[in-house]
């Protein structure tokens, strides 16, 4: 099949069943795992939920930093993977979690899992979108 036989395959399921195609993208980003679910991909949303909320609970158990604000390009680009977290991170914050200066070791490696979490989360919620649009097969 070549591209763009696909490319109009793809169309036409779109025009055939009209829909909001990021979901999955915006559920799977708020809620780890959430954009598999509902795309009836249960195990793998259960693989991704535990792995992604355990790394960001280590993260925090470790005394991790959340990144508040970005005064350079290091904050900036630890501020973009704290937010991969979605709702993870508003809740932290809210709650006041990740907010002491790191005073230990082991802080260090619990705000790398938490940005790493949130990564690996930004991931997982595309490969959500790629799946509900047939981009990607199951």
Sequence with gaps: MSAKN???TMSKNAVANPRF???ALLLGWLVPGAGHLLNRKPIRAALLFVSITSMFVLGLAMQGKLYASASDVLDILGLAGDLGN?????VSRLAGLGTLPVQVTT???GTRFIVVAGLLNFMSA??????????KAA
Excluded: S
């Design 6 to 8: 696909t490319t109009e």
């Design 21 to 23: 195609e990021y979901d």
């Design 86 to 90: 979605g709702l993870l991170f508003f």
């Design 107 to 109: 802080a260090d490696y």
């Design 126 to 135: 595309v490969d959500a979108h790629n799946l509900r649009i047939g981009r």
